[in-house]
T-cell receptor, first 115, second 108 residues
Framework: KAGVTQTPRYLIKTRGQQVTLSCSPI?????VSWYQQTPGQGLQFLFE???????NKGNFPGRFSGRQFSNSRSEMNVSTLELGDSALYLC??????????????FGPGTRLTVL | KNEVEQSPQNLTAQEGEFITINCSYS?????LHWLQQHPGGGIVSLFM???GKKKHGRLIATINIQEKHSSLHITASHPRDSAVYIC??????????FGTGTSLTVIP
């Protein structure tokens, strides 16, 4: 089975721009979660999608949004980029049952640099 | 206060040593996950456990639900075990709370 893929792998943007990141989960996985990793804050949960519905959202401003398509692929969007948004953005997929948690399979991440 | 606390933050060991990394959490969980992150960013899930103990090769993970505490043990450590180890508490909604990670260096 192919693993979780993320595109692009690296991205450089300037303040005020917006960015869209893409994540393709492992075939058969219906849950996709997004995480932000920075040296100062570590790993932080952004949101989780299951069957095209956002089930959970972390403590991030509304500039961070996402969606999931019927084929389980997911996109994350950050609008009005700030310098502090520079981070590694990771997505993970899982075959999650409702009301539970399952092993997370992580993608390689997208390294976003905001100048 | 963070929902998940890990210790130690940094750990240096000689090859062959027995290693323990501790994790305490304050949230209600569906399961506790242990993750490994190598330089370059790739994250691999090592264990997911909701009770008792799991073993995979030289790695052992235990959890005490009453005390809200989990440990990751590495027996006969090897330089290839050098990585950052992260514990994560997942609630029933699959929302994750992460520890700050333990950076492990195993010296030959």
């Amino acid at each position: 089975k192919a693993g979780v893929t993320q595109t692009p792998r690296y991205l450089i943007k300037t303040r005020g721009q917006q960015v869209t990141l893409s994540c393709s989960p492992i075939s058969g996985h219906r849950s996709v979660s997004w995480y932000q990793q920075t040296p100062g804050q570590g790993l932080q949960f952004l949101f989780e999608y299951f069957s095209e519905t956002q089930r959970n959202k972390g403590n991030f401003p509304g500039r961070f949004s996402g969606r999931q398509f019927s084929n389980s692929r997911s996109e994350m969007n950050v609008s009005t980029l700030e310098l502090g948004d520079s981070a590694l953005y990771l997505c993970a997929s899982s075959f999650t049952i409702v009301g539970g948690t399952d092993t997370q399979y992580f993608g390689p991440g997208t390294r976003l640099t905001v100048l | 206060k963070n929902e998940v606390e890990q210790s130690p933050q940094n750990l240096t060991a000689q090859e062959g040593e027995f290693i323990t990394i501790n994790c305490s959490y304050s949230v209600g969980i569906s399961a506790l996950h242990w993750l490994q992150q190598h330089p370059g960013g790739g994250i691999v899930s090592l264990f997911m456990l909701s009770s008792g103990k799991k073993k995979h090769g030289r790695l052992i993970a235990t959890i005490n639900i009453q005390e809200k505490h989990s440990s990751l043990h590495i027996t006969a450590s090897h330089p290839r075990d050098s990585a950052v180890y992260i514990c994560a508490a997942a609630n029933t909604g699959n929302q994750f709370y992460f520890g700050t990670g333990t950076s492990l260096t195993v010296i030959p």
